[in-house]
């Protein structure tokens, strides 16, 4: 589910977690009337955005200086679409 954010001007996305009756828990809050959008994705484009954020980081340090070590968060979602393949995300 993705949610449009006018202040950070895009989307914020909640992971369905479980269906209890006619409602959808997900992973996060939804905003009393909000908006909310179907979103559809793949592992490619999920591991390419994984891959840019790392090199944005990276391009971004101050020092210019490659860092020794980095921390990895990761979230339900993305173990939820990776499944059994989930640290290919990580190893890209």
């Not at 959008?37 to 790392?54: D, G, H, N, R, W």
């Not at 070590?69 to 059994?84: D, P, T, Y």
Request: net charge positive.
């Amino acid at each position: 589910i993705g949610i449009y954010s006018i202040i950070q001007k895009k989307f914020i996305i909640r992971a369905p977690l479980n269906i209890e009756g006619k409602s959808i828990i997900l992973a996060g809050k939804i905003p009393q009337n909000s908006r909310i959008y179907i979103m559809k994705t793949s592992k490619e484009s999920l591991q390419k955005a994984s891959e840019e954020s790392v090199n944005m980081a990276i391009k971004d340090r101050k020092s210019g200086d490659k860092p020794n070590f980095g921390i990895f968060f990761s979230c339900a979602a993305r173990h939820l679409n990776f499944g059994e393949e989930y640290y290919r995300e990580i190893e890209a």
